[in-house]
Every structure is written in C-alpha cells, then in structure tokens.
C-alpha cells in the first residue's frame, strides 16, 4: 500500500498527539492541525504542522487539501466536570467544526473521513442501574444524551450518515469511553476520571482524604 496522505485534526491533544506519533511512525505523510497545541508529546510527531480555527470553512478547506484520509479529533471537550457545566460553547464550536471537515472533505474529495464519537450519546435511562448490560451500536436510539456534549455528538453522527448516503464520502466513527494513559492530563478540570482519581490518590496525604 502506498504511503497515505492523513490529515489528524486536535493533534494536539492526547489522543490525536498519539495517533499522530503512530501513523508517522508506519511511513505515512501526515499533516496535523490544532487551534493550540499542549505538548503532550515530543514534538516532531508529524511530518506538516498548522496552527488554525477550524471553526473557519477556509481554514478547513486548506487543512485537507491533498489529503486521503481525515481523522477527525478536533473538539472543545473535557472531562464530565467540564462538558456538563459547558453547554452552548460546545455545541456551537464541534457543530462548526464537524460540519466544516465534513463539506471540506467533499470539496477536496479526500477518501476516508474519520469521526471520534463518544460514549455520551447512549441513553441515561440504560445506565441507571450497576447491572447495566453492555451497550450495542443501536442501544443509542431512542436518544436521551445526558449532556449537551452527547448530543453534538449525536447530531455529528447522523449528520456523516446524510453525508455518506448525498455525497458517498467514506465515513468511519467510534464512540470512545474514557481514554487516558501516559503523557495525557491528569489536571486542570478537563482530565478524565480515571485520571483525576489517579491523582487524587497520589497526592492524598492519608486514604480519609480521597
């Protein structure tokens, strides 16, 4: 297979920094785009670095330019502290975003779009009780995100649905779980759970404290 032209949007944070590392490492060429960047990392993790709002159609436009394969990891998010005091401001700037990547990468006719979902789009009303049965794909329907984070989320999901189906654009998704691990944040209000438990032992003075 030939080398691929990838574009990972929100590189840098934990996740696309990672995967940014991997696919450089197996020989691809790959452009990385993020509105600040947090060092999660060594940088070079890339082989192209671009520093823009992606809230911007134009700067969409030119991020996947040339491009085969769109990850896309871009998002104003956090942990559950954060996305459920945080509503309006991130459902307005991912709306932006995923809506931008996706007509960008039909007028640039890139491949392969990938899109992180989350797991906040299942139904309250199917976790409410610790015998809680694995969750299936289509356990998300009828909707009932406990947050407004979920929703967009949910929204960004039917929307790439739309975009397969008018425009044949090969979309890829995956609703992640908590994702933590070396090198990621573990403070600041936007770490995850695992993570800021982690913490909260380690700099607990006594267990009374946890």
């Given amino acids: 297979m030939r080398e691929k032209r990838i574009l990972v949007t929100g590189a840098g944070g934990f996740i696309g920094s990672h995967l940014a590392r991997k696919l450089c490492t197996q020989g691809n060429f790959v452009r990385v785009v993020d509105i600040k960047w947090d060092g999660y990392i060594e940088e070079p993790y890339y082989s192209e670095k671009l520093t823009l709002d992606l809230r911007v159609y134009e700067n969409c436009l ?108 090969d979309i890829r998704i995956a609703r992640y779980h908590n994702i933590y691990g070396p090198e990621g944040t573990y403070k600041g209000g936007r770490e995850k759970s695992p993570a800021a438990l982690c913490r909260k032992v380690a700099e607990a003075s006594n267990p009374g404290e946890i």
Wanted: overall charge negative.
């Fill in 62 to 169: 030119r991020v996947t330019k040339d491009i085969d394969w769109v990850f896309n990891l871009a998002a104003n998010m956090g942990g559950i502290g954060f996305i459920t005091q945080v509503g309006a401001e991130v459902m307005y700037d991912n709306v932006l975003i995923n809506s931008y990547i996706a007509k960008s990468c039909v007028e640039n006719k890139v491949e392969r779009l990938f899109f992180s979902s989350s797991a906040c789009i299942y139904p309250t009303y199917k976790q409410e009780t610790p015998e809680v049965k694995p969750l299936k794909e289509e356990d998300a329907y009828p909707a009932d995100p406990d947050n407004y984070y979920g929703w967009e989320k949910l929204y960004t999901e039917k929307m790439l649905e739309a975009f397969k189906k008018d425009y044949g654009l």
